[in-house]
């Protein structure tokens, strides 16, 4: 396990080496495929890639759900997000967001994220599960500081996509009390990046934000596309129990 204080990732291949992926699980079953999985994220083939990117959704946090490999696959990813290979292209799903690799694995990121923030911890509670005794929620909620040093390195990035993504990933983990302070450097970004954005989804998960930080939102309009766009688990939006009905067989505990 990564010391409390730490804030940088591990390396990825020490953490892939260090890390006894037999004795955790995903979706599926045990997590010896993880690394193969985590180890083609970057492949030369677009195809290898984009394969590895629907695992990485579908196996290790399949609908949103955290298991105890999610954390230290999460770790990985957020290693790698300054390797130059994740600026290679990706295979898109129908209604996939825009942008290369490094997009896909911020937004992966964002979702894991949301599996473990305020609104999450709030409706496990209301179901009768506290968070705090789902291991892979505490671990999750653990590693946000180091999530969010390797997030926010994009804040500025020259790729519009990538910068969307590390926007909207930052906001989850700033319900963290270590981070809660870095909300005051992000409100600005929302106004004039997320909530400007093309893309519906971004322009409401940045009004949402705000609203919640106690902002104004006068004048931050989104239209609602809903009826013509509409893809739960591509969304860049926390889980709630409204958006998603609960599946007794994928419940986190």
Same mark, same amino acid.
């Not at 590895?52 to 105890?68: K, W």
């Not at 909530?195 to 971004?202: D, R």
């Given at each position: 396990? *990564?010391?409390?204080?730490?804030?940088?990732?591990?390396?990825?291949? $020490?953490?892939?080496?260090?890390?006894?992926?037999?004795?955790?699980?995903?979706?599926?079953?045990?997590? $010896?495929?993880?690394?193969?999985?985590?180890?083609?994220?970057?492949?030369?083939?677009?195809?290898?890639?984009?394969?590895?990117?629907?695992?990485?959704? !579908?196996?290790?946090?399949?609908?949103?759900?955290?298991?105890?490999?999610?954390?230290?696959?999460?770790?990985?990813?957020?290693?790698?997000?300054?390797?130059?290979?994740?600026?290679?292209?990706?295979?898109?799903?129908? !209604?996939?967001?825009?942008?290369?690799?490094?997009?896909? +694995?911020?937004?992966?990121?964002?979702?894991?994220?949301?599996?473990?923030?305020?609104?999450?911890?709030?409706?496990?509670?209301?179901?009768?599960?506290?968070?705090?005794?789902?291991?892979?929620?505490?671990?999750?909620?653990?590693?946000?500081?180091?999530?969010?040093?390797?997030?926010?390195?994009? +804040?500025?990035?020259?790729?519009?996509?990538?910068?969307?993504?590390?926007?909207?990933?930052?906001?989850?983990?700033?319900?963290?009390?270590?981070?809660?302070?870095?909300?005051?450097?992000?409100?600005?970004? +929302?106004?004039?990046? +997320?909530?400007?954005?093309? *893309?519906?989804?971004?322009? $409401?998960?940045?009004?949402?934000?705000?609203?919640?930080?106690?902002?104004?939102?006068?004048?931050?309009?989104?239209?609602?596309?809903?009826?013509?766009?509409?893809?739960?688990?591509?969304?860049?939006?926390?889980?709630?129990?409204?958006?998603?009905?609960?599946?007794?067989?994928?419940?986190?505990?």
């Amino acid at each position: 396990m *990564l010391p409390q204080e730490a804030t940088e990732p591990l390396d990825p291949a $020490e953490l892939l080496a260090r890390t006894a992926w037999s004795t955790l699980d995903h979706a599926y079953d045990t997590a $010896e495929d993880v690394p193969q999985i985590l180890l083609d994220l970057v492949d030369a083939d677009p195809r290898v890639r984009s394969k590895a990117l629907s695992r990485l959704h !579908h196996v290790v946090h399949h609908q949103n759900t955290l298991y105890t490999a999610t954390a230290p696959a999460a770790m990985y990813v957020a290693g790698i997000l300054g390797d130059a290979r994740t600026l290679e292209t990706v295979e898109k799903e129908p !209604h996939a967001f825009p942008g290369p690799m490094r997009a896909e +694995l911020l937004g992966w990121l964002d979702s894991v994220a949301d599996a473990a923030d305020d609104e999450t911890a709030a409706t496990m509670r209301r179901f009768g599960f506290p968070p705090e005794e789902y291991p892979p929620f505490v671990e999750t909620c653990r590693i946000r500081p180091q999530l969010f040093h390797a997030v926010s390195a994009f +804040l500025e990035d020259p790729d519009m996509d990538v910068r969307a993504a590390a926007i909207s990933a930052c906001i989850p983990l700033l319900d963290d009390p270590r981070l809660i302070h870095h909300r005051d450097t992000l409100v600005p970004l +929302l106004r004039n990046v +997320l909530a400007a954005n093309a *893309l519906w989804q971004y322009r $409401e998960r940045a009004v949402d934000a705000l609203a919640s930080w106690g902002q104004d939102t006068t004048g931050l309009e989104v239209r609602q596309e809903r009826d013509t766009f509409c893809d739960a688990e591509r969304r860049p939006q926390a889980w709630t129990a409204e958006a998603q009905e609960w599946d007794d067989a994928d419940l986190p505990f």
